[in-house]
C-alpha cells in the first residue's frame, strides 16, 4: 500500500471479498461551506461522493499510520493527520442527514446469555438413554407381550387404551352429525367427491376397512365412531386427496378416542443420528413404505373402536364401517407402525 500524497509503503496480507460493505457515504455531501485550512492535504479528495470501498484496515495497520497533527473546527468532522494524508470522521450538519433518513434501515437483533447458549449446545451433543415414563414403560410392555405376527408376515397389534379407557361412550350421533356436514359440502364438489368415494373405495378392496350389518352394529360393546375429512395436496404424485380420520373428536362426555390411547415412546433413531449416518458411507439409500400405518392390523376386538360412517350418494342408507388397520390421526399409530418396523 502506498500513499498517493507522501513518501509512504507498507506491504499488507489481506483477503479478497466480493465486497466489503456498500457505497460510503450512502449520499453525496456538499462540501462548499466547509473551510479547512490550506496545509491540509486530504487522504481522499472525494470523500463526500458515493463510492465502493476499496480497503479495509485493521487496527494493526491503522494506528501506526497515525501522526501528530489534527484539526477541529465546530460544525465540521474531525480531522486527524496520518502518513496517507488528512482523513474526516464526525457528524455532519442535520440537513444531509434529512436525506439520508430515506435509506436507513434500523435492524434489533437479541443473542441469549452465553451460559445459556454453551447449555444448549452441551444438550444437543450429549449422548444420552432417553428416560422412559410410566405411561411409555406400559404401552412397551402392551406392545410385546400383545402383538404377533400373522401368517402373511404382517403384524397384528391391540390397540394400547390407558386405564381411562372406561369413559368411553358411543359416538355415533357425533359422527353422523359431522357426516352430514361433510356429505353437504362435497355434494357442491364433484371431483373431490368423487376422488373422496375411490380413496374409500380402495380401503374396502384392499381389506383395511370392512361393511358391518345391522347385527354387528347393534351389538353391545363400546364403540367409537371417528369423523372424517379430506385432505388436499395437489403436489402429491400418487394420491392427491386422502382421507383423514380424527381420533381428538370429543364426545358427548368430553373424552376423545386419543384421551385414552398410550402414545408410546418414540422408537426411531433421532434426525441427528440418521444425519451423521449419511456421512460414513458413499452411497445412501432411502425408501418410502407404501402405506405404512396400513401395513399393521388392529386386533378384531379393537376394530370397534375405529369406526366410521359412509355411504356413496346421499339416497343410500348410511353404513358403518369398522377400519382393520392402524390409523394415522389416533394418538398410538405412530409408535404401533415403527414399532412394528
Excluded at 449416518?277 to 376386538?301: C, G, N, T
Aim: glycine share 4%; net charge positive; hydrophobic share 35%.
Amino acid at each position: 500500500m502506498t500513499s498517493m500524497k507522501r513518501d509512504y509503503m507498507s506491504k499488507l496480507n489481506c483477503l479478497i471479498l466480493p465486497r466489503i460493505t456498500s457505497k460510503m457515504p450512502m449520499i453525496d455531501i456538499d462540501t462548499s461551506t466547509w473551510k479547512f485550512p490550506s496545509y491540509i492535504v486530504l487522504a481522499d479528495r472525494d470523500f463526500n461522493k458515493p463510492a465502493p470501498i476499496d480497503i479495509l484496515l485493521g487496527a494493526e495497520i491503522f494506528f501506526k499510520i497515525l501522526v501528530n497533527g489534527r484539526y477541529d473546527c465546530e460544525g465540521l468532522p474531525v480531522l486527524q493527520n496520518t502518513k496517507l494524508g488528512y482523513i474526516l470522521s464526525g457528524k455532519i450538519h442535520n440537513s444531509y442527514v434529512k436525506q439520508y433518513k430515506k435509506q436507513c434501515h434500523s435492524f434489533f437483533v437479541q443473542t441469549d446469555s452465553l451460559h445459556h447458549m454453551m447449555e444448549r449446545f452441551w444438550s444437543i451433543e450429549e449422548m444420552t438413554n432417553k428416560i422412559l415414563t410410566k405411561e411409555e414403560k406400559s404401552c412397551e410392555k402392551h406392545f410385546e407381550l400383545i402383538n404377533r405376527r400373522l401368517q402373511t408376515g404382517r403384524y397384528e397389534v391391540k390397540l394400547p387404551l390407558s386405564d381411562s379407557a372406561d369413559k368411553l361412550c358411543d359416538s355415533y350421533h357425533t359422527a353422523k352429525a359431522k357426516f352430514l356436514a361433510l356429505e353437504q359440502r362435497l355434494l357442491k364438489q364433484p371431483q373431490p367427491k368423487k376422488d373422496y368415494s375411490e380413496f374409500l373405495e380402495e380401503y374396502v378392496q384392499l381389506g383395511h376397512m370392512t361393511q358391518l350389518d345391522e347385527a354387528e352394529v347393534k351389538k353391545e360393546c363400546r364403540n367409537i365412531y371417528m369423523p372424517h375429512h379430506g385432505i388436499l395436496k395437489e403436489t402429491s404424485s400418487t394420491t392427491k386427496l386422502r382421507v383423514v380420520f380424527n381420533g381428538s373428536e370429543k364426545i358427548s362426555n368430553g373424552v376423545s378416542l386419543n384421551d385414552i390411547l398410550m402414545i408410546g415412546p418414540k422408537v426411531q433413531d433421532d434426525l441427528c443420528d440418521i444425519v451423521q449416518r449419511f456421512r460414513l458411507h458413499r452411497i445412501v439409500m432411502s425408501a418410502d413404505v407404501a402405506k405404512m400405518y396400513r401395513q399393521v392390523w388392529v386386533h378384531p376386538e379393537g376394530r370397534c373402536l375405529q369406526r366410521i360412517l359412509w355411504r356413496k350418494t346421499h339416497d343410500q342408507t348410511i353404513t358403518t364401517y369398522e377400519l382393520n388397520t392402524v390409523r394415522y390421526g389416533t394418538a398410538s399409530a405412530p409408535f404401533l407402525a415403527t414399532r412394528c418396523l
